[in-house]
Nanobody, 122 residues
Framework: QVQLVESGGGLVQAGGSLRLSCAAS????????MGWYRQAPGKEREFAAA????????YYADSVKGRFTISRDNAKSTVYLQMNSLKPEDTAIYYC???????????????WGQGTQVTVSS
């Protein structure tokens, strides 16, 4: 069983930055690709970013590419999402997700965090 706990959300003005963290418990973190998803009010959850188990490969949605950076620290069992140049349309609940151990991130996550709210004011 893996538990994921997000933190770092909050209210920020457009153009500002936030860094989200996701602390994971469980022995499979270092062998699992990780991802960030988001759900805006009235919309379906969507993919934002993902990172391979060793941190050497990343993938981003077009909507965040060039502004967001995903990273991980396997020694701390933590994955991060650095969000820069934030826009009001980035307002959403951000969820951390874990993919099946040993798999690539082009698959369906198996574990989810509870989410953290990010609100970007104009």
């Amino acid at each position: 069983q893996v538990q994921l706990v997000e933190s770092g959300g909050g209210l920020v003005q457009a153009g500002g930055s936030l860094r989200l963290s996701c602390a994971a418990s469980g022995r499979t973190f270092s062998t699992s690709a990780m991802g960030w998803y988001r759900q805006a009010p009235g919309k379906e959850r969507e993919f934002a970013a993902a990172i391979s188990w060793n941190g050497l490969s990343t993938y981003y949605a077009d909507s965040v590419k060039g502004r967001f950076t995903i990273s991980r620290d396997n020694a701390k069992s933590t994955v991060y999402l650095q969000m820069n140049s934030l826009k009001p349309e980035d307002t959403a609940i951000y969820y951390c997700a874990s993919y099946p151990s040993g798999s690539h991130y082009f698959t369906t996550p198996v574990y989810w965090g509870q989410g953290t709210q990010v609100t970007v004011s104009s």
